[in-house]
């Protein structure tokens, strides 16, 4: 992300994040784990503006590949395959949200606008991206270990949006409906991959 935000192709690459492919089932994808599922599709949608994925192969966790190899076993490259696409779990549950809260939130109409932040704990990721011109502030944190819960202190760039050290600001996590005040710039956070891997919270100044 820093390359594409911050390297010369800026002024001319814009990248289609994928989870998965056709052409290809990733490493970690190939365990049929449920969470690892969560975290690739909300890495791919809250990164990047333009994102897609290989489905339903993807909401129905298909994981069988080719052994050693990051290919599927049975692809639709070659045979054609019948789907259930009413077919509903969590992941279709979370990804609906996630497309929803992606439409009726400017910040995430926008690529370069990708700013990472520090946390305390390197099994964690943490980014904000901002939409000036309707102060859209949002924070993303992603618990990258699929098995443990992982806990530590981010780093919230709040100066960037004119709140100060003491003032109360909700994080308002949009797809729980949690909202948690702060009014420092370090706060903790902690996610257990079994309830939900990541938070997606909208800065507010109450």
Not at 38 to 49: K, M
Not at 55 to 65: D, I, L, T, W
Not at 175 to 185: A, C, K, L, R
């Given at each position: 992300?820093?390359?594409?935000?911050?390297?010369?192709?800026?002024?001319?690459?814009?990248?289609?994040?994928?989870?998965?492919?056709?052409?290809?089932?990733?490493?970690?994808?190939?365990?049929?784990?449920?969470?690892?599922y969560?975290?690739?599709?909300?890495?791919?949608?809250?990164?990047?503006?333009?994102?897609?994925?290989?489905?339903?192969?993807?909401?129905?966790?298909?994981?069988?590949?080719?052994?050693g190899?990051?290919?599927?076993?049975?692809?639709?490259?070659?045979?054609?395959?019948?789907?259930?696409?009413?077919?509903?779990?969590?992941?279709?549950?979370?990804?609906?949200?996630?497309?929803?809260?992606?439409?009726?939130?400017?910040?995430?109409?926008?690529?370069?606008?990708?700013?990472?932040?520090?946390?305390?704990?390197?099994?964690?990721?943490?980014?904000?991206?901002?939409?000036?011109?309707?102060?859209?502030?949002?924070?993303?944190?992603?618990?990258?270990?699929?098995?443990?819960?992982?806990?530590?202190?981010?780093?919230?760039?709040?100066?960037?949006?004119?709140?100060?050290?003491?003032?109360?600001?909700l994080?308002?996590?949009l797809?729980?409906?949690?909202?948690?005040?702060?009014?420092?710039?370090w706060?903790?956070?902690?996610?257990?991959?079994?309830?939900?891997?990541?938070?997606?919270?909208?800065?507010?100044?109450?």
């Open positions: 992300m820093h390359e594409v935000v911050h390297g010369p192709g800026r002024e001319y690459f814009r990248p289609n994040f994928w989870p998965n492919t056709p052409d290809i089932t990733p490493w970690i994808l190939q365990s049929g784990h449920e969470d690892t969560l975290v690739r599709n909300i890495l791919a949608a809250t990164l990047n503006s333009n994102y897609g994925l290989y489905g339903p192969v993807f909401e129905q966790r298909v994981h069988a590949a080719v052994p190899k990051e290919e599927y076993k049975d692809s639709e490259k070659y045979e054609i395959r019948h789907w259930d696409c009413e077919e509903r779990n969590k992941i279709t549950h979370v990804m609906t949200h996630v497309n929803r809260i992606r439409k009726e939130n400017p910040a995430f109409h926008d690529l370069l606008n990708y700013q990472a932040c520090t946390i305390e704990n390197d099994q964690l990721m943490a980014y904000f991206k901002r939409d000036a011109a309707t102060d859209n502030n949002l924070l993303m944190v992603v618990n990258l270990d699929p098995h443990y819960t992982q806990s530590g202190w981010v780093q919230v760039p709040i100066g960037d949006r004119g709140v100060q050290p003491g003032q109360t600001f994080a308002h996590d797809i729980t409906g949690n909202s948690y005040p702060w009014n420092q710039e706060n903790y956070v902690e996610l257990n991959p079994n309830a939900l891997p990541f938070h997606l919270f909208r800065l507010e100044t109450k």
